[in-house]
């Protein structure tokens, strides 16, 4: 990478929770008033991340700041971008619009955040990956040319990734012998149904495997992925603006650089365990899960002394 720039972390947090009942980003899960933010922080630090983006929305700004810039100062370089539904070309602008644009559009709002030299990891704010995974993405990033399409994606097994109390979203992944991404399909409900996994797919109840490999939304992207999402998203713009429900995902971006052939995506792997929030229901899990990696000494009682 070009003079040793660190890699920066996006930290997408500009979502609604509307399955959740709330603001996910800034929920505490431990007794010491800890996000889960506040644990991919700490791992991204020890493994090497010189630089944090937080993509939100303008009017928990404060509340945001209030949460972390105290924690993160002398540790890391913080920024802030936003993520608003009428900050798009103006053709296109729906006045009947509530929900953001999804995560390809997130990925575009921190094009003017990211350096050239710059490679950079993202994340959900709402999802727990483990230090392992971080250490593995670091050092991708750290080894890929910021000039190229090499791209990467943390890969996790379905069937660790899933809800008791509902469905949930995951990216599909086709991965070839090595270890390459072929294709990746955006799949916004999975579910248990008799004992089997299956999704739906625009009406139409299918079987799933529970060892698929799944995107959790943890890319490694180069500055490059910048000469392409725009135009993708004003594609998207032109066919979708009128549905108001429709969203641009970051696994759709990555297919289209796939199948043009204009990108290649290596698929990483950890044995780190995932945890994630979609339901108010999965609090508790996630909660004695965290005191577990606490008591274990995995994670220090107070995170930022």
Known sequence: MHLHQKPALVVLAAGMGSRYGGLKQLDTF????????????????????????????RHFKNEFIAQYSKKLEGKVKVEYVFQEIDEIPSQFLNPDRVKPWGTGHALLCTKSAIKATENFAVINADDFYGKEAFEVMSEFLNEVDAKSTNFSMMGYQLENTLSKFGSVSRGEC???????????????????????????????????????????????FTPEIFNYVDNIFENFLSNNWKKLKSELFIPTVVNELL????????????????????????K??????????????????????
């Open 30 to 57: 431990t007794p010491e008033h800890d996000t889960i933010i506040d644990f991919s922080l700490v791992d991204a630090i020890a493994a090497g991340f010189g630089k944090v983006i937080f993509v939100i929305r």
């Open 174 to 220: 086709l991965v070839d012998n090595n270890q390459n991404l072929i294709d990746v399909v955006e799949r916004t409900q999975i579910f248990e149904h008799k004992g089997d996994l299956v999704m739906d797919v625009d009406g139409e109840i299918r079987p799933i495997k529970r060892e698929t490999i799944v995107s959790m939304n943890f890319w490694g």
């Open 259 to 282: 199948q043009t052939k204009k990108a290649t995506v290596k698929v990483l792997e950890s044995d780190a365990k995932w945890l994630g929030v979609t339901y108010p229901e999965d």
């Open 284 to 305: 508790e899990y996630v909660t004695q899960s965290l005191r577990k990696l606490k008591n274990q000494e995995l994670y220090p009682k107070q995170l930022w002394d």
